[in-house]
């Protein structure tokens, strides 16, 4: 099972939207609603952001949101706040009871 | 509150194995999945396999199968990940994180604190 693919790095300005993108296969984020986002600070366990590609659990911001087409997710960041950077993964269920991690992406809030 | 509580850091030999616990609490502890996912150094989230909340037998991710056992005692409230011929690749942050079930199905909504493995010689 190859990794979903995420951009090594964005960046943004105060303010600003930014988009991370999570390319898979029609084997996994194609064929499934079922794409999870998760926000990852340096030294602390990942928070659960997004799932089932667009829901936000009770809590999260709705600065926040999700979307997919055919094999790519991507999660959105509006208003960008200083304490939204960090590292952020998508994960997607791969079938047969397994799931895929993407890369990760490192966001900059410039 | 629901939580996670990890064991200890270790620090291993190659060739040798390591049992990481989970401990949860703050819920019906047979009500949920638990994955087990890890991070080497510079990289990025891994899905090792899961613990299904109903006994059924684990899932493990295709590269870890043969070296991997994950386990559950639910007079404790425990999961255990033991990983067996250990490497220098192995060495990473080894976290727990409980699957959303009916609340957030198929994500992992609550993560335990990690666990560091160090494998070295």
């Known amino acids: 099972q190859s990794a979903l693919t995420q951009p090594a790095s964005v960046s943004g300005s105060p303010g600003q939207s930014i988009t991370i993108s999570c390319t898979g296969t029609?084997?996994?984020?194609?064929?499934?609603?079922?794409v999870s986002w998760y926000q990852h600070h340096p030294g602390k366990a990942p928070k659960l952001m997004i799932y089932?590609?667009?829901k936000r659990p009770s809590g999260v911001s709705n600065r926040f949101s999700g979307s997919k087409s055919g094999n790519t997710a991507s999660l959105t960041i509006s208003g960008l706040q200083a304490e939204d950077e960090a590292d952020y993964c998508c994960c997607s269920f791969a079938g047969g009871t397994t799931w895929v991690f993407g890369g990760g992406t490192k966001l900059t809030v410039l | 509150q629901v939580r996670l509580v990890q064991s200890g850091a270790e620090v291993k030999k190659p060739g040798a194995s390591v049992k990481v616990s989970c401990k949860a609490s703050g819920y019906t502890f047979t009500s949920n999945h638990m994955h087990w996912v890890r991070q080497a150094p510079g990289q990025g989230l891994e899905w090792m396999g899961i613990v299904h909340a109903d006994g059924s037998g684990p899932r493990y991710a295709q590269k870890f199968q043969g070296r991997v056992s994950m386990t559950r005692d639910t007079s404790t409230s425990t999961v255990f990940m033991d990983l067996s011929s250990l490497g220098s690749e192995d060495t990473a942050m080894y976290y727990c994180a409980r699957d959303g079930s009916n609340m957030s199905p198929y994500a992992m909504d609550v993560w335990g604190p990690g666990t560091t493995v160090s494998v070295s010689s």
């Open positions: 089932e590609g667009s």
């Open positions: 029609s084997s996994d984020v194609g064929s499934y609603n079922l």
